[in-house]
């Protein structure tokens, strides 16, 4: 609601506003889990229960997996571009924590890199979402992006189709290209 003379603050100077967009643009939630979860491993290896703890190389990996675990869980929050390899990595760790620590921390500590793993291996950045700078109504039709209208008929009839497909120099493949 705004009165005579008062505007709205925009989301950029709202409380949080660039918090939110900056842990939107990320797998946050994936990363605060994998490192919880490696968290949780270190925790419950030195816990005076001792279930599995060993002594020797076992010992080290005891110690290193859910080290490695905290690391991806940080880098998959710094660096978004590598989600793939820290969330195969997170899952792969996640797995083996079940043999070297501590049964993967009491299984809660396993289960919460595994989840983390997965969440980051499905997010993917939104690349809907407008510029800072556009402003639409919710009524609004849609700008217009100078694209063609869809085709009907033949769905493999890529004739009308001038966009460049991922990891091709073309618009149209060769037989080889398409599998």
């Given amino acids: 609601m705004t009165t ?10 709202r409380p949080g506003g ?4 900056w ?10 889990l994998i490192a919880l979860g490696g968290t949780e491993m270190l925790v419950t290896l ?4 001792g279930v599995l703890l060993h002594v020797g190389p076992q010992g080290l990996a005891a110690y290193l997996v859910p080290a490695v675990l905290v690391l991806c869980g940080v880098l998959l929050v710094a660096t978004p571009q590598q989600r793939v390899f820290y969330a195969v990595l997170s899952l792969l760790l996640g797995l083996v924590s079940w043999l070297t620590s501590n049964l993967g921390g009491f299984l809660v500590g396993m289960l919460l890199a595994l989840v983390g793993g997965a969440l980051a291996f499905a ?3 939104d690349k809907r979402r407008q510029p800072a700078g556009a402003t639409g109504a919710p009524g609004a039709p849609a700008p217009q992006t100078g694209a063609p209208a869809p085709q009907t008929g033949d769905p493999d009839d890529d004739a009308g189709d001038d966009e460049l497909l991922p990891g091709l120099g073309t618009t149209h493949p060769t037989p080889a290209d398409r599998g």
């Avoid at 660039?18 to 967009?21: A, D």
């Avoid at 030195?46 to 229960?49: D, E, K, N």
Wanted: glycine letters at 10%; charged letters at 25%; aromatic letters at 10%.
């Fill in 18 to 21: 660039r918090w939110r967009r």
């Fill in 46 to 49: 030195r816990a005076p229960l």
């Fill in 123 to 125: 997010w993917t950045p």
């Fill in 4 to 13: 005579a003379g008062h505007h709205p603050v925009p989301a950029a100077r």
């Fill in 23 to 32: 842990r939107r643009g990320r797998p946050f939630t994936a990363g605060v």
